[in-house]
Every structure is written in C-alpha cells, then in structure tokens.
C-alpha cells in the first residue's frame, strides 16, 4: 500500500486555543482510518482540515505528493458524510446524488449510469424518485452516502455518519459502510466517539485526547496493548489497581493486594505502578488461592456471560466477567471469593499512567 494522506506536524488555533497540537500521522491508499476521542478532543477539527473547511495554522497535509494547505476545500476531490444527514430536502434521491457530477461536463446519460450505480450499491435505486422528507434516517444516510462516494473521491471523510440513528440501525449501517468502502477500496478518514464502532469499522484507529494522537494502531492492539491508561479507559473497561514493582526488568515482582506476580516488562522500573485489568482478564479462584479478595456486590447475567461487580477490601469497585462456555456456574452476590488474572494479558503502566511497562 502506499501512502494516500499524509498529516504532518499540523497545528489548529481558535484565537488562543490550540484545538489541534501538533499532530501527524500517515493514511494508506484504500484504508478505513478512525478518528476516535471524547467530546471535544479535535475530531472534526482535524477532518475540516483534511477537507478544506478549517485553516491549517502550521505544518502540512498532503493528498499523495501535493500539499494541499491552500487548495480550496472544493478542488480536493473529497467526498463529505455528516452526522445530520445534510441532504438537500428540496431535491429527490436521484437529484441528491447527481449533485456532485452535474459540474463535472458529463452527458445526462453518463449522469444516469453513475447515478444509478450508486444507487444500486447502497440498496436505494428503488427509492430513486422520492423526496428525502419520505426516507428514513438509515435511508437518508444512505443517499449521503452514495452522494459523497459517486464523485469518486481521492479520500471519503465521514464525521459521526451514524449517530442519528438508532442502535440498531446503527450497527447495520456500519456494515454497509465497511462493504462499500472494502468493495470500493476508497481511502477513508471516519470519526466517532463510539468505541465499539471504531473498533468494528476500522483498519487502524487514532484514538485522540485534548487535540493529539494517544496511539495509532489497529483495533486489536489498541484494545489489548493501550500505550497508556487514557487510552485503555477509553477503549472498553478497564479496572486500574495499584501496584508495586520491585525488582528489574525481565522477571519484575509486582506486588498487588499482597499477591506477587511475576512480569516480563519492557523496560526498567522500580516504585509504584498502575495494572490494568479488562473484566474478561480476571479469574475468580478458590478464596484460598489468592490474596486478592473480594465480594460479590451486583451480579448480571448477559447470556454468553456474567458479570459481576466486584468490591476489594479498600473498596475499590472492579467489574469480572465469567463467561458460560468456561462454567455454568452462577455466583451470588455476598459470596466471597478470590481473584487472579491472566499475566499475559493484562496491561502495566508507570504510576502517572503514561508509560506503558510492558
Ligand atoms: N469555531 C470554533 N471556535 C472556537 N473553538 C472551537 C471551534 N470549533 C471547535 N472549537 C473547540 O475545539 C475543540 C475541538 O472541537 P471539535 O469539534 O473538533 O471536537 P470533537 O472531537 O469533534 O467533539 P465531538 O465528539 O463533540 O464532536 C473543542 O474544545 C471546541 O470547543
Ligand atoms: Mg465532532
């Protein structure tokens, strides 16, 4: 793959607010690329950036070879999907759609025949002749979809595309996203603020804070291996417990709870430290075969698994899943019991969260 999109060192201010500091990271040809964050991390200041919308106040963003900075948003050949829709109300499906090539000198035939294929590709050619006032929302996107992708853009920008719709229609329409966009291999920056949706959706993922990059990496790593704990709190459930390491690397003892663990970690550490542990990531055990103790406070059954809240003797709250293919057995709540993890999984960071041990 080569490289399509290329952001380097760019910097946004709003008066004297630095809304995007200093961020660079490299999209290949053909990948569906996430922006994922809290509220107000610089998401869509990032992606106005990409399409033309927001100044660049520093640093560079290219399309391929070319700087793009000062080429107006309407000659970067880019395709937009917003989260309200913006379909012309006044203009049918058909009209919609046609929009983005009527400036381009092409026969009405020509119009028609990609119109159509598009269309086609997001199931709404039998909707061609409607008014969007009589679409559903799913349907709506849809056309906003096929608007934005029949132009054939160089890179597909998407800000919150599904969350005007319900959660239902949400997880459907993230699949008809990704088909269409692996059918079409179209280089594609995507925001939410969803994790589990960047993780379905995603060939790699940023996962942004106060206007940076935290991690870049695909959905697999960002979950497992989280470079520090904002990003393993942001990304599914994390308990944090404190820790202590106090021995070397290679083999490092780290104590928790009076329990010791042995940890390969990647680097030197001595003092206080940070584990992170996923619900999937914890074992319940005997009560005697752990100096980790805890009791059972809430108990809820989710099918395939069980969860259960879990209170520690400083009263620390952890969340631990028991799933049914492993035990049929339903705990209670007030039972006592032990707690281990998985030394391979779980996660290890300095004690101001910053660095990842592992
Ligand atoms: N036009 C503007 N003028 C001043 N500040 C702005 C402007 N637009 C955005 N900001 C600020 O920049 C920061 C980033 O905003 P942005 O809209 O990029 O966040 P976001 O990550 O897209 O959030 P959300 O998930 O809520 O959409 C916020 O603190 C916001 O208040
Ligand atoms: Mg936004």
């Known amino acids: 793959m080569s490289q399509m999109l290329s952001i380097e060192n760019v910097i946004k201010r709003y008066g004297d607010f630095t809304a995007i500091k200093n961020v660079s990271v490299t999209i290949e040809k053909g ?180 206007g940076t990059i935290q991690q870049v990496g695909n959905p697999l790593t960002i979950y497992t291996r989280p470079v520090n704990t904002f990003v393993s709190n942001f990304i599914g459930t994390s308990t944090f417990l404190p820790c202590m390491v106090t021995s070397g690397s290679e083999k490092s003892k780290v104590t928790v709870y009076d329990e010791v663990f042995e940890m390969p970690l990647s680097k030197e550490y001595k003092g206080e430290a940070i584990l992170a542990v996923r619900p999937e990531e914890f074992r319940i055990v005997d009560e005697k075969s752990s100096k980790i103790h805890g009791r059972i406070q809430f108990v809820t059954f989710l099918g395939d698994f069980i969860n259960y809240e879990v209170s520690l003797p400083n009263d620390q709250t952890i969340q631990v899943n028991e799933y049914i293919k492993d035990t049929l057995k339903m705990r209670k709540e007030g039972d006592l019991i032990g707690i281990t993890f998985d030394e391979s999984r779980i996660n290890i960071y300095s004690k101001n969260g910053e660095e990842a041990l592992i």
């Open 31 to 210: 990948e569906f690329f996430t922006l994922l964050g809290p509220s107000g991390c610089g998401k869509t200041t990032l992606l106005r950036m990409i399409a033309g919308f927001n100044t660049i106040e520093d640093g560079v963003i290219r399309f391929g070879d070319t700087v793009i900075n000062s080429i107006p948003a309407h000659k970067r050949n880019t395709g937009m999907v917003f989260q309200n829709y913006a379909i012309f109300p006044h203009l049918s499906v058909f009209d919609n759609v046609a929009y983005g090539l009527k400036a381009r000198n092409l026969s009405k035939e020509e119009i028609e025949q990609q119109v159509d294929e598009v269309l086609d590709l997001v199931k709404m050619l039998e909707y061609k002749e409607r008014q969007p006032s009589k679409l559903s929302g799913g349907q709506q996107q849809r056309v906003a979809l096929a608007r934005a992708i029949v132009i054939k853009p160089d890179v597909l920008l998407m800000d919150e595309p599904l969350s005007n719709l319900d959660a239902k229609l949400r997880v459907e329409m993230r699949s008809v996203i990704k088909k269409i966009q692996q059918n079409l291999q179209i280089t594609t920056v995507y925001v939410t603020h969803d994790q589990e949706e960047a993780l379905a959706i995603s060939d790699r993922i940023a996962v942004m804070n106060l």
